[in-house]
Structures are given as C-alpha cells and as structure tokens.
C-alpha cells in the first residue's frame, strides 16, 4: 500500500471537518453521514488525508464532490486504514528489532524500576482483533509473554492514529473550494418509544413520544443537523473482512442524495418512508444515548377492548374429523388499548414503530405502569391496536357440548358453550368472544344465543355486556360440509 512519504513530489493536504455536518440515522443500525471538507487542489495529482471519518464508515459508500458543481475531480485512488496505534500495532512495526522494556517490581518495600532490552521475534499482532502470544528474545532466551511496558522509540511510519483515508484525486484545474464528502457508516441506530397517561377511571389519555438516538460510531459530531429515517430500508449487510485496510482504485465521483437537505416541517413523507428532523443542531457524542420528544397528544381517545379467545393458536389447516381438535383450557381474557392515528384523534403524523407504555393514575393521582407492547411503522389515518396484559376480574370458560360427524353424508356438526364471569364489583363491560372455525372451509352457524360478526372467512366474534358481578353464557353450534 502507498504511503503518504510515496507522494512527496504531490500535493498533501490533511483534510478536517468544517461546516456544520448532518447526519441521517436510520433505525437499521446505520447511518448517512455528509461533512464538508477544504480542499486546495493543483493542476494534476493530489494526495489528500481524510481523517475525520466514523470507525464504522463503509470505504466503498464514500461520495466526494464540489456541492456548487464548479470543479470536476476525479478519485483516482483510495485507500482505507482502520488500525488506529496500538501497543500490539507498534510492537508488529517492530518485530525482527530490539527496543526496550521498562519493568517495574518491588524490593525492601521499595519500587524498582528498570530498563531490559528485548527482541521482538512475533508481536502477537493479527489484523482482524484476533490474539497470539508475543516471543521475545531477552538475553538469548525466547519467553512467550512482554518483559515488561514497551518504550518505543518513535511511532513508525506506516502507523495513523485513527481511522483514516488516503485519496488521489485528479483535478484538471487548480482551485480552493469547499467539497461536500458523505459515506454510510454502521454504529447509528435510533427508536421511537411512547408513554400513554389514563386518568383512574376512562378512555381518554395523553400521549408523548420520544425519539432515543445511540452513537456507537466511534466519532463525535458537533451541532449536527441530524434526521431520523423511518420504514424498513433494505440495506445488504457489510462483509467483515478483517483487515482494516482497502484500496479501491479509479472510483469516480458520484453525485449526492440530497436526503438531507433541511425539511420545512419536523416529519414529512420521503420516497416511501418519513423522515423525522430535530428542530435544531445538536451535538452527539460517540458513546451517547440522546432523546427528543417528537409527539404529544392530549385526551386522545383510547378504549379498553376486552378480547376473550378461548381457542387462540388453532387455525384452519385442513379437514378435521378429531374431536378434541382445538378445545383449550384457557381461562385468561386479554385487556387491549385501541387508539386511531388521526387529527380528529389529536394525533394524525407517521408513527415511527416502537414501544408503547401505558399508565393510569390511582386514587391518589399516582402514575401505575400498567402493561406496555410493540407497534410497527404505523401511517396516518391508520388504526393501533396492542395487548397489554391479562384481566385479573374477567374470566372466560369455553367447552364443547355437542360433537357429530358423518363421513359418509360428508359433515360434522359442533356446538360449543362459553361462559364470561365479570368479577369487578362496579364496573360494566363488553367482552368480545372470538372463536376460530378452523374443521373445514364450508361452514354454516345453525344456532346461536347472541348475534356475531363475521371477521374473515374462519373466525366470528360476539360482543357481549357483562354487568358486575354477572355470568354470561354464549353457544352456538356449526356445520360444516364438504
């Protein structure tokens, strides 16, 4: 690999960053990163250092242009490093070479600190993060472990302190400019999360959502202006090839997305995603969680749906002849929150997928956590529907009661018996019972205590009022033909 001392007879220029950066995080575990670079260039070659890169940047997604579109360049070659010095780089530099050891140890209570020279026969140094013993050579002796501290006596000349690029850039005219350079790195990722405030009693309830950055790239960013892209973007997950070095010859200059060009809104559509703005610049330091709040609703309207499906889990496979097919001890009714995403519901804006946590106030206006789910990226106008736990005062029973089947005439008849206990000792609900037609694809309910609605092709769903402290019984009985 070419060096910086290989270039001597070019123009050499170490590259930082200067205008503002801007970043765009996806929630994939990456990110598109846009900086602006002076460069200072002559007639012909130019070796140019960039050193201002994440850890995680992807060498062959890098962009370097002229923004303003005055003066062609052309990239020639580039080459990554990524071997930030280390004590196991430094001591690969200097294998087949004596240095010295610096040794500290105790006698009489007194620390004693003394130099041994030792040769280093293998540095234990394996691109790629993986270890092997060191072999030294002291005084004739071979030992596979250091003497002691090493002291280098320089840093060697093939050695960068971070991660950094080398280009050789063509530019057929001489000229000063401001060059906009871009790559997608990993070690970005960001999620959307929302807490969801009940009074004691009721459907209506508060809604904050917050917005949670993570900067795991290696590189800090000041006042940067950051955008959150939101959907599911495939991306082909980077080869881990080992060596930190890459050289990738003749890669001409392509032309930037303008992805993130600032919005005029905090959310708005983008090709087929949404793309979410901080309002303002802001710093992300590596190593840092950051969060902005990004949505908030007031008296939103989100019932509490109360589900009993006392044969959740079987479906509709095939014939079916086996009477114990789909009879389930389950007991348990399900307690949902349903919510429509839409401004006549105080909300209405592209909600990112995330965690949705619920809380109810008590008698004393204390906040109680009281279950928490997942939704996925969920448009406007759309209508979120989770489950957060169990009821502990509702109790379904579901049995078969009658069971019939003649293969011969081709049907079978079965009748079923459910049974909703309401346990609260004040309040009034509306428990929906779904039930799974799943023996055959041709049925018919011939009897029935209650009306239903049909939800699709195999499955019914009663809905049900249930006073305090009151029994319900549901029946019904299916046929089934073929």
Known sequence: MKTLSAFAALSALTLSAGAQPALTIYNQNFAVVRDTVPLDLKSGANSVRYADATA????????????????????????????????ELLLSLFEGKTIDFENKRMKDNTEIVEKISGKVVRSGFVPGGQFVQPIIEVNGALQFSLPGQPLFPSLGDDTVLKPAFNWLLQSDTPGKFDAEVGYVTGGFDWSASYNLVSPEKGDLCDLTGWITMNNNSGKTFE??????????????????????RMKFKAARVMA???????????????????????????TLHDRETKQVEFAHAEKMFAPTIYVYDGAEGFRFYGLNYDQGWGQSDNKKIL????????????????LPKGKLRFYRRDSDSQLQFVGENEIDHTPRNETVRVTTGNSFDLVGERKQTNFRVDTAEKWIDETFEIKLRNRKKTDAVEIRVVEHLYRWSNWEVTKKSDEFKKKDAQTI???????????????????YSW
């Open 223 to 244: 006042d940067a202006k950051i955008k959150l892209l939101a959907g599911d973007v495939n991306k082909i997950q980077p080869i881990n090839r080992g060596e930190g």
């Open 56 to 87: 995680q940047v992807e060498p062959d997604s890098v962009i370097l242009r002229d923004p303003a579109g005055k003066h062609s360049v052309q990239i020639l070659e580039q080459n990554y490093r990524n071997d930030p010095v280390s004590q």
């Open 256 to 282: 930037m997305s303008d992805m993130a060009e600032a919005p005029a809104v905090s959310e708005k559509s983008f090709d087929e995603f949404h793309l979410y703005s901080i309002a303002r610049p802001t």
């Open 461 to 479: 769903e009663f809905r049900i009022p249930v006073k305090p402290d009151e029994e319900k019984t549901v029946t019904y009985t299916v046929h």
């Open 335 to 350: 307690v949902q929150r349903e919510f429509k995403n839409a401004e006549t519901n105080q909300l209405g804006i592209a």
